[in-house]
Structure formats: C-alpha cells, structure tokens
C-alpha cells in the first residue's frame, strides 16, 4: 500500500480526459478478466484511489460502459485510452497505471483472474497469482 499523498495526475492519450488524484493509491493489480482483455488487448494494470481524492479536470472525451452489473469502465471517446473502472457499491475507482503522468512510484503487487489470462503470456512468478479477485491489496484511506 502507497502512503504517498504527493497529487499526481494523468490523462487519456489526447487530453480529452484528464485527472487529479490527492490520496494515496493502491500498488498496481494486474487484471486478467475477459472483460480487461477485451477492453485493454492485453490485461489491466490497475492502481486505484477512494473517490474522495480523485477530481476530473477535464472530462469532454469520458464515456462510461455498463460492462457488467456490477460495474462501469471509462474510456476516452477521442482517442479510445482505457482509463477508468468503477463499481457501483464503492467509494474507490480503478486507475489505468499507464494514464497516470511521469513516475508513479507503485510496483505490480499481484494478479487476479489468472485462470482466463491469455495463453501467449507468462506471468511473473514472484508474485502472488489469483483465480479470482481476492487479492488483498488494499485501497489506502
């Protein structure tokens, strides 16, 4: 779990949709669903924040996706960046670790819904691999 509280930011890659952050973020968690493989062409490498320290600065490119019933993912409608998934039960939103500017600091902690990754990747062994999404990397406060 990060402790840094320094403000980061980030962007879709045309600018369309960028954002603050003003809390600590989770260390990244490597999502291997159907859905991240679909949505990102490879999987998810996610950090992610409770709601009260994110803030959208600029927000004309945001779409949101009904993915599941569960959840929504947002991409940017100019430039197609994979950004955002949020749950609909939570105070947190996942953050595409690549959409966050200059050095973040984190490290790749785990990976989840190991058992529907693609079968031209191998993962790192030295860190823990679920089936699931019971990764117990928590969200800092």
């Given amino acids: 779990m990060s402790s840094d509280r320094t403000p980061k930011s980030g962007s879709c890659l045309c600018g369309a949709v960028r954002y603050r952050i003003t809390g600590p973020l989770r260390q990244?968690?490597?999502c291997h669903c159907?859905?991240?493989r679909k949505q990102t062409g490879h999987y998810m490498a996610a950090t992610c924040v409770k709601m009260r320290y994110f803030?959208?600065?600029?927000?004309?490119?945001?779409?949101?996706?009904?993915?599941?019933?569960m959840a929504t993912r947002g991409f940017c409608s100019e430039c197609g960046s994979t950004l955002f998934w949020k749950p609909d039960d939570d105070d947190r939103i996942a953050i595409a670790a690549g959409s966050l500017d200059g050095a973040t600091g984190l490290t790749l902690?785990?990976?989840?819904?190991?058992?529907?990754?693609?079968?031209?990747?191998?993962?790192?062994?030295d860190l823990p691999h679920y089936d699931q999404s019971g990764h117990g990397v928590a969200v800092p406060e």
């Fill in 28 to 30: 990244v968690v490597g």
């Fill in 34 to 36: 159907r859905q991240c």
């Fill in 55 to 69: 803030e959208m600065i600029e927000e004309r490119g945001l779409k949101w996706y009904r993915a599941s019933d």
């Fill in 109 to 125: 902690e785990a990976h989840i819904f190991v058992a529907d990754k693609g079968d031209y990747y191998r993962l790192e062994e």
